[in-house]
């Protein structure tokens, strides 16, 4: 085989990528990344022998694993260049700290060329651990911390970093080089989910403080007459600065996919050119860029290989990187991007194609939610809300992900449907109803959002006075797609949750005897066939 990767829901046949993946990056490219995986180990193990994780190795290390997250980087290029300043930077722990010994084999491994670390490559991949079930734990612990680096680069970008949660992504990485046995590697992984609780605390921390607690919106879904600029992915700050770019420009602003919640925002909605979502989740790209005739920005992960129709109107920024494709660079010395060029592109593209009108509701993070507390309290205590289903996570092309769109359709009229993440467009525009005035699909945001659903659970069962978090009326049925949703996962598990189905299949990187660990002590489970799953869930099982 010419590659290994599995990390993420659509792997072939759902076992493994072994000659391109169903993601679209070649085999190189998956190498590579592997590759830059293995020197991120080596870097915090040479940090953890020195005692040292100071910011600047903690977001070397964020930032290494965050561009290995499926969808963010496919460019050969940049993925060496990130491998070149690694080892630089894993040799200047080792210079300034005099830390010798053969560490890992990565901590004294040096090389400059492509050609060698494509060589390397071939030894250092997930295959190298040959046990199973090792390697299937080591496997859920680095996916885990992909996802709480992402988040962890979020707030970075905002000013917001803690250096406690550089220092255990570190060790926890670090862990993965380590002769542990299952009950401590089985530890490692819940630590993670602790991990994602603080890390997805701070991002939110991070939001909140910078652009306003979410409020219920109706973001319009329509188009407008002047030309637009399409802003994907997840990066707030660059919402910001090109809303701020745009302005008076005559150019319009629309969110396209996992940033249809900066409608939410109250710092974003003073801009009249602010106009609304455009299009659905990430994988229908190729149709809706093509439609929306305008330049499109990704910020984060969510790009799919693209149609030459309009591949010369996608620029990236951040950590996206794309063969071709124009990049913004990052910020320097305070100063914002420029997007300029974007805009000066937009002003000669005619409107975006209407592919659909009206509006939908969002906004029902955990702030809004509690403010509605009394509401939603009495709406359970007199029985009008039976139970609250948590559909979050991310969407995806697989066919059994209609699965969703049927329990939601499906679920009795007295039932709300707690949601974060891509995995809402699967029923956010069912027009599902309210019960007394409480919208049946309550949108928290983006998949860091899941946390609102963790504290507005915790807050119920504060309110109710229960001891167990699993004695709510609340049933978790989630859909995962990519290590971001990983990391979720282990926060749900590390809070206690329990009962949680997982779909559209569960992870080909679960061994049969790590799955049956998850089913044992979390009773997690694969979703079924419709009408039994909502039965069960309706029962509390």
Known sequence: MSMFCYQCQETLKNSACTVQGVCGKDSDTANLQDLLVYVAKGISVVSERAGTADGKIGRFVVKALFTTVTNVNFDRESLVGLIREGLSLREEIKRNYGVDGDLHDSAVWFSDSEEEFLEKAEHVGILATEDEDTRSLRELLIYGL????????????????????????????????????????????MKAGELAVKVMALLDRANTE???????????IGVGSNSGILISGHDLKDMEELLKQTEGTGVDVYTHGEMLPANYYPA?????????????????????FDKFNGPILMTT??????????????????????????????RENGEPKDFSPLIEMAKTCPPPVEI?????????????????????????????IKRFVVMAG????????????????????DTVILTAGCA?????????????????????????????LAVIALKLKEVFGLEDINDLPISFDIAWYEQKAVTVLLALLYLGVKGIRLGPTLPAFL???????????????????????IEMMMQGR
Not at 394 to 413: F, I, M, N, S, W
Not at 512 to 530: M, Q, R, S, T, W
Request: overall charge negative.
């Open 146 to 189: 992909k996802g709480v680096s992402a988040y962890a680069d979020h707030a970075a970008v905002l000013g917001y970093e803690d250096d406690a949660i550089y220092r255990e992504i570190i060790r926890l990485l670090a862990s993965t080089t380590k002769d542990l046995n299952a009950d401590e590697m089985v530890g490692e992984v």
């Open 210 to 220: 910078t652009y306003g607690h979410p409020e219920i919106t109706e973001v319009n």
């Open 268 to 288: 974003f909605k003073k801009y009249a050119h602010f106009a609304g979502n455009y299009g659905n989740a990430w994988w229908k790209q190729p149709e809706e």
């Open 301 to 330: 992960n969510c790009l799919v290989p693209l149609r030459e129709s309009y591949k010369n109107r996608v620029f990236t920024t951040g950590l996206v990187s794309y063969p071709g494709l124009k990049h913004i660079p990052d």
């Open 356 to 384: 659909e009108t009206g509006t939908i509701v969002g906004g029902f993070a955990h702030n809004q939610v509690m403010a509605l507390a009394d509401k939603v309290v009495d709406a359970v205590k007199t029985g009008a």
């Open 394 to 413: 991310c969407d995806g092309r697989h066919r059994t992900r209609q699965y969703y769109t049927d329990v939601a359709e499906e679920l009795p009229k």
């Open 424 to 452: 809402k467009y699967r029923y956010n525009k069912l027009g599902l109803g309210d019960i007394g005035g409480i919208p049946r699909v309550l949108d928290a945001g983006q998949c860091n959002d899941s946390y609102s």
């Open 511 to 533: 061994s049969p005897n790590v799955a049956k660990v998850l089913v044992e002590n979390f009773d997690i489970k694969p979703i079924g066939d419709v009408k039994t799953d």
